[in-house]
């Protein structure tokens, strides 16, 4: 009998329990990262858009330009020491600095660049998005991208774009200039040191690639002839510390100097710890609630009309959005061009208007769906929903699990989930939110949000067009505001709540870790007391 | 233990009285000596104390289960977000979850998930595994080392990963979890039945009946099943436990019960995000859990005490 109850007691007590892997303080030249590095498939910067992979290429690579992550729209020098748009704004010519050598002690050199914009253009991976939008193909890219000597690089523009949205691209993670002698020295196949560049890295940032086991850690040494300076920090470590609980426990220990991607429950305790700093960083990106435009129900206006009653917001953003994102009714993020200057309340929480509205749209009785959260992540947002909406007579069955894919296929009713994007201006958000060219479901455009629910409105697609080619910045204000009118009036398929934030929680000692919206926080300048 | 009279007896019409019926030294007729043994068999299980802890602790799963709306003192779906997190109080006896759903109400109408994984998976499992661990034990040959060997497929998994293959495949739910479960379960009993089955085709009443012309279905239905019977209610028992910690894990691992409705494994998962500040999110269907599946396996292991001749 003993054996049946000791079986019981082990077995319920290792449900409850996880256990804390207990770690030594870190050393005052070490900065340990806990995070999530379980969802890093590769090191090849043209084929990455995640967030933690971005923050640790960041940091191997460097970008010709970087951008300030308290003022986002200045552009700052960092492989190109000056760089000059064309006056007819076609190209655009940068001059890169002498001193700066990749890890393997080859000098940067124009050539490098043109080779790493042309590289990740031809492997059209996720890395590439941001390039393609401006026009350039596997075709052109080798005739308008190129070095005129070893300092100079001009990029000619197939099309007429704003130049500022080239230069926010070239600063994003997926065009760390690659190395190209080493990487080509490891080519197989043709594949432009793809395979290699998977678990290698062959930069010319401040830190080197020590080890990398995957859902493990991350181990980057600093280089001491790094042209900028030799970073304070000799090594960074990025642990991979998934529990959300067993990293507030490591943060509290003084075992993991910064904590991302904590859960809202820890994060309420952790900003009550006065060792502690909690970082708001705001993202370009949106939680919202979207309706399958292909549903017969879903896609009458009042019906969508109806949805922007049924989340109680203000009750989330007091709870578990109090530290992930704050109200936000607008597709322009707060602070860019077209923004309104604050939170603007445009639909309000009431489950009665709901219900006359669907009552009106003819389901005096409500309705039911199926209610697809995009991960684990968002189940707290959708339980919340699934009791609201109840209230308003909507049956929402909530369908546990990753549901991002089904989302991307068009094989959803009602979703939850959360946009980001490194592309600091409206247009990114733009072509999430208000941007269809092809509705049909060959066209396989899920790089679109809108076009994942299935909503075709012209209109907006053509606004989001105008203020791609649109260079004056008064002009695209303008378009930007115009476009956030057009799309609330027409009740949209994606109903925006909350504009996303990601928290960052920085030990005291830590100085100089900030982090930056478009994921390419840099670790060169971190010290610590 | 005066009283025991059960209700609805005709035998209260004895001028003996029930007990003495009961305690008589020579029954005279059938009915008599089955009351005499389940009468002893009762006795024997009071002995057992801690068997009588754990029935009256099943007993009560079942009573809470059944009268769930009564017991509640909230609806278990409504969200209150101005109470979230809130500790136990007398408004909250258990305190409030992270959406501010009130964790006794939860409990106590989790107990019906709770029940109906654990009654369905032995209403599935033990006449499949009564069938055929039965056949196989009787019949040999050819079909005992088939139906074994299929048995040993599913015996060489661990129970729970082979549950949670199975739920993963047929994807989340409970109707799901259940078949996953009762697809795990059924091996043990199919073997133990076989083992009972092998004692007992070889005794003389078997040959009897042989011989008197009755078909196979009908020699395992009725003389081989009723043997093999006590051992299986045991071991079905004894596997609730596990039956209702491989039912909460599924639950945590979101691949039982689908929210809203409360489920003790998908509360433990949920809570552990509050589990440092708010304990009790955890604690609570945790114990549950644990005391359930300790009460099965006291009853358990009582009730074998009791239908084991050997221990008697």
């Not at chain 1, 993202?283 to 129900?297: C, E, R, S, T, V």
């Amino acid at each position: 009998m003993l054996r049946h109850i000791r079986n019981t007691i082990v077995g319920s007590t290792a449900l409850a329990l996880v256990s804390a892997a207990a770690l030594a303080a870190t050393p005052p030249d070490m900065l340990v990262i806990g995070t999530d590095v379980g969802a890093i498939p590769t090191l090849d910067p043209a084929a990455l858009n995640a967030r933690t992979v971005s923050e640790l290429v960041s940091n191997l690579y460097d970008n010709l330009l970087k951008l300030d992550p308290d003022n986002l729209q200045s552009v700052q020098p960092m492989l190109a020491e000056s760089w000059e748009v064309a006056p007819d704004n076609a190209s655009i010519t940068l001059k890169l600095r002498d001193d700066a050598t990749f890890s393997s002690g080859n000098p940067v050199t124009a050539e490098d660049a043109a080779w790493t914009i042309q590289r990740v253009i031809k492997l059209g991976q996720v890395g590439a998005t941001d390039l393609a939008q401006w026009g350039f193909t596997a075709d052109n890219v080798d005739q308008l991208v190129r070095a005129e000597d070893d300092q100079t690089l001009v990029i000619e523009l197939p099309e007429q774009v704003s130049t500022d949205l080239v230069l926010y691209s070239l600063a994003g993670s997926s065009l760390g200039i690659i190395d190209r002698q080493a990487a080509l020295e490891h080519e197989a196949d043709g594949d432009l040191g793809r395979d290699w560049l998977r678990a290698n890295a062959a930069g010319s940032g401040p830190f080197t690639l020590v080890e990398w086991r995957p859902d493990d850690i991350v181990v980057t040494e600093r280089r001491e002839d790094y042209w900028g300076g030799t970073p304070a920090m000799r090594r960074v470590i990025m642990r991979h510390v998934p529990e959300s609980g067993n990293l507030r426990l490591q943060l509290e220990a003084g075992d993991v100097d910064i904590g991302q991607y904590v859960g809202s429950g820890d994060l309420d305790a952790l900003a009550e710890n006065e060792d502690m700093e909690i970082q708001h960083t705001p993202g370009f990106g949106f939680y919202y609630i979207a309706l399958n435009q292909k549903d017969p129900d879903l896609s009458k206006p009042k019906v969508r009309e109806a949805f922007q009653h049924v989340l109680d917001w203000e009750a989330l953003s007091q709870s578990s959005m109090r530290f992930n994102g704050f109200p936000w009714q607008s597709i322009i993020p707060q602070g860019m061009a077209g923004a309104p200057e604050e939170f603007v309340e445009k639909f309000n929480y009431d489950p009665e208007r709901a219900k006359e509205l669907l009552a009106e749209a003819g389901y005096p009785d409500g309705l039911k769906k199926k209610l697809y959260p995009a991960s684990d992540g968002h189940l707290l947002n959708a339980e919340s929903l699934q009791a609201t909406a109840r209230l308003a007579g909507i049956e929402l069955e909530l369908v546990p699990g990753n549901h991002v894919p089904e989302f991307r296929a068009r094989d959803f009713e009602v979703y939850t989930g959360n946009s980001g994007g490194r592309l600091p201006d409206p247009f990114a958000t733009a072509t999430h939110y208000a941007f269809n060219p092809d509705n049909s479901d060959e066209a396989q455009l899920s790089g679109y949000y809108m076009w994942r629910t299935a909503w075709d409105v012209p209109e907006l697609t053509e606004l989001t067009n105008e203020s791609k080619r649109e260079s004056d910045p008064e002009k695209r204000a303008q378009i930007f505001r115009e476009m956030d009118e057009m799309y609330q009036e027409l009740d949209p398929s994606l109903i925006v709540f909350f504009q996303r934030v990601d928290p960052y929680v920085v030990r005291g000692e830590v100085e100089g870790y900030v982090g930056h919206p478009t994921w390419s926080t840099r670790w060169a300048d971190v010290t610590k007391n | 233990m005066s009283g025991m009279a059960g209700p609805g007896s005709d035998s209260l019409e004895r001028p003996q009285g029930l007990r003495a019926w009961l305690d008589a030294e020579e029954p005279t007729s059938l009915r008599q000596a089955r009351a005499q043994r389940a009468w002893r068999g009762w006795q024997a299980f009071l002995g057992h104390r801690l068997g009588v802890v754990g029935l009256v602790l099943v007993v009560g799963l079942v009573l809470v289960a059944l009268f769930a709306p009564w017991l509640a003192t909230y609806d278990p779906l409504i969200q209150v977000m101005d109470e979230r997190l809130q500790p136990p109080s007398a408004a909250h006896w258990l305190g409030t979850d992270h959406l501010g759903r009130d964790i006794y109400s939860r409990i106590v109408w989790g107990a019906r998930t709770t029940l109906r994984i654990a009654v369905l998976v032995a209403v599935i499992v033990a006449p499949i595994g009564l069938a055929i661990g039965a056949t196989a034990g009787y019949l040999g040959g050819i079909a005992d080392e088939v139906l074994m060997r299929v048995t040993d497929i599913f015996l060489a998994f661990p129970g729970l990963i082979l549950a949670l293959g199975f739920a993963a495949a047929l994807g989340p739910g409970i109707n799901n979890a259940i078949i996953a479960i009762a697809l795990t379960a059924w091996p043990p009993i199919a073997r133990l039945a076989r083992a009972e089955a092998l004692t007992i085709r070889s005794s003389d009443y078997i040959a009897a009946v042989r011989l008197q012309g009755a078909s196979r279905t009908r020699l395992i239905a009725r003389h081989v099943v009723p043997m093999c019977l006590p051992s299986v209610v045991v071991r079905v028992t004894l596997n609730m436990a596990g039956v209702i910690l491989t039912a909460a894990g599924l639950g945590f691992l979101g691949l039982g019960a689908q929210p809203p409705w409360p489920e003790w494994g998908a509360m433990v998962a949920v809570g552990r995000q509050f589990m440092f500040d708010s304990p009790w999110v955890v604690a609570a269907p945790g114990i549950a859990i644990a005391v359930i599946s300790l009460a099965f396996n006291l009853f358990g292991d009582a009730l074998r005490d009791m239908l084991d001749p050997r221990s008697a």
